[in-house]
């Protein structure tokens, strides 16, 4: 969710590293992977701090873009409570979690995110001269 409002919004702190780190991933032709939480989210993100036109750009470019999106299973959410709640100490929100818990099931080890957590779960995040 934070790497899309990086890419979208100039004025946000990770823009540049945002721009870099697509731009690394289309060039290398790596597949990207998203799930529909993840739109959803982003997507309410982008309307509160950019505009309702914005959001529904956004919304366009994802529908027709290259990205894959994952359709959570019910199994995904129940695994993802359970995350939530076992990491007591850490605020991980549901949505943080079904990524998670989506990448596991992918075998996905690395996140285009500015967001802590994904690194306090154990992933990687990716970083502009990396790929």
């Known amino acids: 969710m934070s790497a899309y409002l990086a890419l979208i919004d100039q004025h946000d702190e ?11 991933l289309a060039r290398a032709h790596y597949r990207q992977y998203t799930t529909n939480i993840l739109i959803i989210e982003a997507h309410a993100l982008v309307m509160s701090r950019l505009g309702a036109a914005i959001g529904r750009r956004f919304l366009l470019d994802m529908q027709h873009g290259n990205t894959v999106v994952v359709r959570v299973r019910a199994a995904d959410e129940e695994r993802a409570r359970e995350i939530v709640f076992r990491y007591g100490d ?4 549901l949505a943080d979690a ?34």
Do not use: W
Not at 14 to 24: D, F, S
């Open 14 to 24: 990770h823009h540049a590293h945002a721009i870099e780190i697509v731009t690394g």
């Open 98 to 131: 079904i990524s998670f818990v989506v990448m596991e099931r992918l075998h996905i080890h690395q996140a285009f995110t500015f967001d802590q957590h994904f690194a306090q779960y154990g992933f990687s995040a990716l970083a502009p001269g990396t790929l």
């Open 90 to 93: 850490k605020d991980f929100s």
